[in-house]
């Protein structure tokens, strides 16, 4: 099987250039094409005119980054069915890492890889049109716009720099608790409709964690053909915070105004526009009264690991 390293020297503090100047080498000895991605939407793209040129060859893309990388590797290689995907965390968030298993980025990677377990898992498959594909989890509202406006600014640069990149997350939470207007939501799973009002956020998951290790779905399974649908909706501003803050560990679906919906397919719409992001990657707006739509898709992604969470 090819292997490819994806290194995207942009995620979590950056890369560590002793260790790669120390790993690399034996990379190549074994064999691997290594890679570092240019800019943003450089992996995907070079991931999928490989894929292009090699329609009926056996890869695996080792990717290095965070979960934006591997969001970006997928579905550079969403039309491939050769290809298994394997972790290197290095991101800030490393939810993909968290429940899928990684690898550390030592001299061991290629003997570890060839030993490792390939299992398959559920994707999203997302359209609001143009369809994609999420491997952890996508959704709107006030997640996707703290998401959004960290990654733009210069803070995040500096506190990644500092090994503190979440504390990005506080600074842009507390502005958004602020500023962030609750929308309404109509929904659609199962062919039951449902209607919420003063919406925070809505999330569609295909495994437990999102924003670097929060547990918003702790009963998702990547093997089940559902997804977790989970809605927190009607609360003020103090509650909300109360509410969020409870996601850490998971507990926050004892509120009554947290929703949580099972269901292989759901469609929605809000009644303003509102901010997208499928694994943290910002996915734009989705506009008034337009649909989103999301479904736990057939086509499957195989995931090298080590040991995984379940095991
Ligand atoms: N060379 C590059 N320069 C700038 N940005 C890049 C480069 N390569 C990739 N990117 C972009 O960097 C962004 C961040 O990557 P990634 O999400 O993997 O790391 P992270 O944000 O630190 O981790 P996580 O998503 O797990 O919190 C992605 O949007 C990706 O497209």
């Not at 094409?33 to 240019?38: C, E, P």
């Not at 060839?114 to 996508?138: C, E, F, L, W």
């Not at 809605?231 to 929703?259: A, N």
Request: proline share 3%; glycine share 8%.
């Amino acid at each position: 099987m090819r292997k490819i390293a994806v290194f995207n020297p942009n995620a979590g503090k950056g890369m560590n250039q002793r260790q790669l100047s120390e790993v690399l080498p034996v990379l190549k000895d074994a064999g691997f094409d290594i890679w570092f991605t240019a800019s943003k939407h450089d992996a995907e793209n070079r991931i999928r005119e490989w894929c292009r040129i090699h329609p009926s060859e056996r890869v695996c893309f080792i990717v290095s980054g965070g979960d934006g990388t591997m969001h970006e590797a997928i579905n550079g290689a969403a039309d491939h069915p050769h290809a298994v995907f394997a972790s290197i965390p290095t991101g800030s968030g490393n939810d993909f890492a968290r429940y899928f298993g990684g690898f550390e980025l030592d001299e061991k990677l290629p003997e570890r890889l060839n030993s490792s377990v390939i299992k398959q898992h559920d994707v999203i498959s997302y359209g609001m049109p143009a369809v994609r594909t999420a491997v952890s989890n996508m959704g709107a509202g006030f997640d996707a716009e703290v998401a959004y406006s960290a990654n733009q600014s210069k803070l995040k640069k500096l506190l990644n720099k500092l090994s503190i990149g979440k504390v990005v997350y506080v600074v842009f939470l507390i502005r958004q608790l602020m500023s962030f207007k609750p929308f309404k939501l109509e929904l659609t799973a199962d062919n039951k409709s449902y209607s919420f009002d003063r919406v925070w956020f809505m999330t569609i998951s295909n495994q437990p964690y999102f924003g670097g290790g929060m547990i918003i779905a702790p009963t998702a399974d990547s093997k089940d053909g559902e997804l977790d649908i989970t809605v927190v909706h009607g609360l003020s501003r103090l509650k909300f915070l109360l509410v969020f803050v409870s996601v850490f560990k998971g507990t926050h679906t004892k509120f009554k105004e947290v929703s949580l919906i099972r269901s292989g397919a759901v469609s929605c719409r809000s009644d303003r526009a509102v901010r997208v992001h499928a694994d943290g990657e910002d996915n734009g707006l989705l506009k008034a009264g337009h649909e989103l739509k999301a479904a736990a898709s057939t086509r499957k992604i195989r995931v090298a690991s080590k040991l995984a969470l379940d095991e």
